[in-house]
């Protein structure tokens, strides 16, 4: 087993009581064989990024620590949007719950099935202000800092709800 570090997860949901569905979620990253949640933003809602004709989303980040290489922590995480209702219909579509790993540590990393950090993460408000929230001094892994992120991001009407 190796060694513990923080990571960070986007939660995303726009159907079936999306705030239930970011609720279920983080319960279910909590039970995560050799993973803690340390904190978790207030959640947001957010215009769709993709096709206009759905429902706005919730969102919020999770912290975590964890023990789980980078992709036995993806296929965790995709197991939860299954059990959860998930079906990759179409891209940025409507979902039931959608569980992105932002940043692991400061791994860099691409694979056919993950690149870190995320590739959209520091353009997105829907990601950044919920990080930011949970990790203000937070620095990504080439150097720049939260808020250089934010001033640069794109901007999807976000609102915090609670």
């Not at 949901?13 to 909590?30: C, G």
């Amino acid at each position: 087993m190796q060694q513990t570090v923080v990571s960070y997860i986007a939660l995303g949901s726009n159907l079936e009581n999306p705030a239930q569905q970011v609720h279920d979620a983080l319960l279910a990253i909590d039970q995560l064989p050799g993973t803690y949640l340390l904190a978790y933003s207030s959640l947001y809602q957010s215009a769709p990024m993709g096709p206009q004709d759905q429902p706005p989303f919730i969102n919020a980040v999770a912290k975590v620590h964890t023990r789980l290489a980078p992709l036995e922590l993806l296929d965790k995480l995709q197991a939860i949007e299954k059990q959860q209702g998930r079906v990759r219909k179409e891209r940025w579509g409507a979902r039931t719950i959608d569980l992105d790993i932002v940043l692991y540590d400061h791994t860099i990393m691409q694979t056919e099935r993950l690149t870190l950090p995320h590739y959209g993460a520091k353009e997105r408000d829907f990601v950044l202000l919920p990080l930011a929230e949970i990790s203000p001094t937070l620095v990504f892994p080439d150097g720049d800092t939260i808020n250089e992120a934010l001033e640069q991001c794109e901007r999807y009407q976000l609102e915090k709800i609670d």
